[in-house]
Each structure stands twice: as C-alpha cells, then as structure tokens.
C-alpha cells in the first residue's frame, strides 16, 4: 500500500505535482495517467525519496521511503530516465544493487533470465538497445522480490513483442497480489492492463476510479450529423429537447437518439443531411476530454481554422 | 551482517566493476613513478650545474616526487569519476533508491575510493622514492634519515587526500565535465602560477595543494613555507573536510 497526502512539488514558481492525495492498493495494477509534463515521473521520484516533496508526503506501509531497511526488498521501481552505468556489465550492476539489500545472489540469475538478458549479463549496458536497457531496469526492478512495483512508462523502446511480454508480466504480478503501480499516457494501453486508474494533469489529481467505472462512464456514443443548414437543424433538434455539441468543422454531435429518428425528424422537417454516422467516443478521447483543460504542452495545429485564421488554438477539444 | 558493511560491500563492487576508473589509479601511479624518475635522472646528472643556493636546499625526497604534479590529476580523474560518473549516468538513482540513507552512502563511497585510493598512493610514493633515490645516487637520502619516512608516507597521504577533496567537490558540482574543467587546470596551472607569483604567494601557501606538498619534504627551506610539515598536512586535511561536508549538504538537500 502506498499512500500519498498532499503531496506538493515546485520547481521554482512553478508547481509540478499539486497536493496529491490517493492511494495504491495492492492486488492491482493502478493505471497513472497523464499527459506530458502532468508530474507523473516526478511523484514516483518523490515515493522513492529521490527528489524531495515541496510539502505533504508520501508513506509505504506507513513509513518513509528512507526508513525502510533494505528498500529493495519492498518496492522496486523502473524509473523513466536512465539508471544505469553504462561501463558496468549488466551482472554487476544488478550485483551491487543486491549487495547492499541484503538481495541473495541467486536472485541476479533469476531476474535476468526472467527479462532475457541472460546472454548479455556480462556486456556493459553501453552497447545496449532501448529496449535491453528496459529490460534490465526492470530486472532491477524485481531484484529484491519486491510486494510493491513501480514502472514509469514502462513500454516505452520496447518492440510489440516485449510491449506484450510488459502487459502479461505486469498483470501476473499483481495476481500473485504484488501492488503494480504504472504510469503512461497511453489511455488505450492501460485500458488493457490496469483495473484502477488514477488520472492527474498538470499535478492535479482529476480521477481517481475503477478502471470498469471509468470505461461506463466514458464510452460515450452519439450520432454525427452534417448539414448545410446547421441553425435549422439545431431548432428542430431543440423542439424535442436535444441539444448538440458543435465540432470545429460544423459537423455536430447529438446524443440521446438513434440515427433513424434524427434522419427521419430532418426528413420531416425537409433539411439536408450530409452525413449521420453513429459514433462511439473512444477511452482515448475520454482521457482527452478529461484532461483537456490541463495539457501541457500543446500541439499547434497545422493550417487554418474553419473561420479562415490561422490556427493558434491549440489541440483542445472544445 | 549489518547495513553499513552491506553498503561498503556495494562499493566496492561499484568501483571495482568499472574499468575506466580502475586506469585512472594505474595511470596515477605509473605517471608519478615514471615521471619522477626521469626528473631524478636528469638531476642527478645537471646537479653541477644547479646554482649555489639550489643545491644547499635540494630536496632529494621531493625530487623522488616530483611527477605527482602531474600524477595526482590522475587521483584527481578517480575522484571526480567515482562520485560525479554516478549523476552522469543516471546510477544515482539506482543508488540512491537502494541506499536512502544519504549519510551511509556517502560515508561508505568515501570510505571504500579513499582506502582504494590510499594502498594506490602509497605503493605509489614508496615506489617513487625507492626509485628515485636509486637513480639520484650520491645525492640520494636513506629512507631511515630523518624526516624521509615521514615524507614518504606524506606522499601516500597527499595522493589520497587529493582524491578524496576531489570527490567532495564532486558532490556539490555533480558533473563530472563541470569538476574536470575545474579541478584540472586548478591543480596543474593555477595553483602553481599563484605560488609563483609574488603577489599572490603569501595567500597561495595556503592552497590545499600547497600546504599538502610540505608534508612531503624533508628540506623545508626548498619550499620556504611559514607552517611545518604536520600544519602543512593539517591545512589540507581542513580543505579535504570541508570539501566532503559541502558535498554531503548537497546531496541532503537537492534532489537526486
Ligand atoms: N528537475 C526539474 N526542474 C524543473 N522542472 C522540472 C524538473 N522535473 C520536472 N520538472 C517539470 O515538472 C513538470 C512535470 O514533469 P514530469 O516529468 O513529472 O511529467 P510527466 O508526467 O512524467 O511527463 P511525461 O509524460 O512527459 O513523462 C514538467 O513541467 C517539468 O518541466
Ligand atoms: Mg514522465
């Protein structure tokens, strides 16, 4: 269990992480979503003690990070930026680790073979590929046979068959009732693994939820509909109490009824219809849609806007 | 077994394990020993032409020594590399995750480089001196007479107080390209230039280095200092301290 209580970081004026409050409960894997820069990478640096919280903190079964006696063996963690010495052979990288955690050596074979990189467990991590520096932070990572898992975009360098072996590798632990703990900004790939999500932007906590509540309450459909006659349609739809979003581009989304109705109430009311296609809003929109208000960074969009201005909105949805 | 010596274990596997830092050592000792005794050779042979006052206050110990100028960069590399080499390749968060105690960590890096770096030092000054007065000859001194074994032994220390200076200005500087640019040119131009000019000697005595050379001499007035050998030696044990707290601040208080 680790839990975090108004947990606070600021880097200068500004605010990374902002009064965190949730909880990781064993058994799971809780999904930690965000977009860039939301403070993902920072809170887990802050729950290893690694960088130091501005205020509020952080607990693993109830303590510290640094009171914990061989802290290896109660969490290991996957950090998103390099742990590595790249001149230190993989072996002994994992070695040193072990020594001062009181790790049997045993476990070094073990792991490695677990990650596959048992035939390079005397090569410098130097010549390494993303995905085999990956690998052996997640060795590292599982070393001390640890209750509490911590991986920071874990999937990132690695090919489809080792995003595979991630996906299984994390759901196993937590059936053997480890505590996984996964960051990424990819809705689509925690919908597959995680059974908790926790959802922050620009380190504010914006959901905290089952993974099955999230997707009941998301999985939005609608039925869009093009016409060249908008404001009418808007009136016909508002004559039986619907009222439909407007997309950048004038298309609209209507909610609530089946594209046989709203096709035959604009047939009545003699409008043209371009196009009325059923809809069903993915998790990843759902995930943008939620965090649309707290992105980072955002992606200029190329080309003008349907009102003929250069586009300086950036790629917020409504 | 408790923490600590599983903690100093880890070390030693660390420094051990990497081989770039384990050459600076070799070359440290081999730079001072070959270095030393071509000045040895070459002044044994010039010695006639040396001036009155030169010779009256020749050093032969000191002369046994003389590569460590350039040799101690070396000890120097080892320090910034084992300590700095841990932020530049993100290592410190692996350590760090598996040793929170910053205190244990610190004290344990420092105490496995430094003991790493004293047996290094010290086989390196005895062989210096061994050779060195070899090749000196007549002019040469007995490790028995008085005040050489102490300089000799000096000279073990020096090299190891210099690493480990450098390993705590390591600590607070972090990058190891930050700590060459420097410890490097302080130690092989800077300091001396200082020494040497006339303005600035009387405040340059006092430079870790400066004060630590004259643990390493037997004829005082060769180096003309106003402190002794042991205050000399004291004065750079004081520079080494203060370097190790201001990196240990550091590392308690920034982000890993
Ligand atoms: N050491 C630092 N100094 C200053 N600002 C920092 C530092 N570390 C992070 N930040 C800032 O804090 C914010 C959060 O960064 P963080 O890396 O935690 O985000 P993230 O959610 O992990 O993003 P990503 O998905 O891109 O990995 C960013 O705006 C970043 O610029
Ligand atoms: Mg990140």
Redesign the pocket.
């Known amino acids: 269990m680790i839990e975090l209580r108004e947990l606070t970081k600021r880097?200068g004026d500004?605010t990374?992480v902002d009064r965190l409050t949730f909880s990781v409960r064993p058994g799971i894997v809780t999904g930690f979503l965000?977009p860039?820069?939301?403070?993902?990478?920072?809170t887990m640096r802050m729950m290893l003690g690694l960088d130091k919280p501005t205020s509020g903190d952080v607990r693993i079964n109830g303590k510290r990070y640094d009171q914990l006696r061989d802290p290896l063996q109660y969490i290991g963690a996957l950090l998103?930026a390099k742990a590595v010495h790249g001149g230190r052979t993989a072996y002994n990288h994992l070695l040193c680790m072990a020594q001062s955690n009181n790790v049997p050596k045993k476990r070094i074979d073990a792991v490695l073979d677990l990650v596959g990189l048992k035939e390079v467990a005397k090569k410098r991590p130097k010549g390494f590929s993303l995905g085999m520096g990956q690998r052996l932070g997640i060795a590292a990572a599982l070393l001390g046979d640890p209750k509490i898992l911590m991986f920071d975009?874990p999937v990132n360098g690695l090919d489809p068959e080792g995003i595979h072996w991630i996906r299984n590798l994390m759901k196993h632990l937590a059936s053997e009732g480890r505590t996984v703990f996964v960051s990424s900004?990819l809705m689509s790939e925690m919908s597959l693994t995680a059974e908790h999500l926790v959802v922050i932007g620009r380190g504010k906590l914006l959901a905290d939820t089952s993974m099955a509540d999230f997707i009941a309450e998301n999985s939005r459909t609608f039925v869009r509909v093009r016409t060249p006659e908008p404001e009418r349609m808007r009136d016909v739809l508002a004559s039986v109490g619907i009222r439909p979003v407007f997309e950048q581009d004038g298309a609209m989304q209507v909610e609530g009824m089946a594209p046989a109705q709203i096709g035959e109430m604009a047939a009545w009311y003699r409008v043209v219809l371009h196009e009325l296609s059923p809809q069903k809003a993915s998790l990843e929109e759902a995930f943008m849609q939620l965090t649309a208000g707290s992105v980072?960074y955002h992606a200029h969009e190329q080309g003008p806007t349907p009102d003929g201005r250069n586009g300086q909105a950036g790629r917020r949805r409504r | 077994m408790p923490h600590t010596t599983r903690v100093l274990r880890s070390e030693w596997t660390k420094i051990r394990s990497v081989r770039s830092t384990l050459w600076t050592l070799a070359t440290a000792l081999t730079v001072t020993v070959g270095l030393s005794a071509l000045i040895c050779a070459f002044t044994a042979s010039q010695f006639d032409k040396l001036t009155k006052q030169e010779q009256l206050t020749f050093d032969a110990v000191q002369t046994s020594f003389s590569g460590s100028g350039l040799g101690q960069l070396a000890m120097i590399a080892f320090g910034v590399m084992v300590v700095a080499g841990e932020y530049s390749t993100g290592m410190i968060r692996s350590s760090l995750a598996a040793v929170p105690q910053r205190t244990v960590f610190l004290l344990s890096k420092v105490f496995v480089a430094g003991t790493l770096v004293l047996v290094v030092g010290m086989a390196t000054s005895f062989l210096a001196f061994f050779i060195g007065q070899a090749l000196l000859g007549e002019r040469s001194v007995s490790i028995e007479d008085e005040g050489v074994l102490r300089a000799v032994l000096g000279g073990g220390v020096y090299m190891t107080l210099i690493a480990l200076f450098a390993m705590g200005l390591s600590f607070v500087l972090r990058s190891p390209l930050l700590a060459f640019a420097i410890l490097m040119p302080f130690f092989f131009l800077i300091s001396n230039i200082l020494g040497t000019v006339e303005a600035t000697k009387k405040y340059a005595q006092y430079l870790p280095d400066q004060a630590g050379k004259t643990v390493t001499a037997v004829v005082p007035e060769s180096l003309n200092r106003p402190y002794g050998p042991y205050e000399g030696l004291a004065i750079m044990v004081a520079w080494t301290l203060a370097a190790l707290i201001a990196g240990w601040i550091v590392l308690k208080q920034r982000?890993a």
């Not at chain 1, 860039?36 to 920072?42: I, L, R």
């Open positions: 880097y500004k990374a965000g860039n820069g939301a403070g993902k990478s920072t998103e975009e900004h980072e | 982000d």
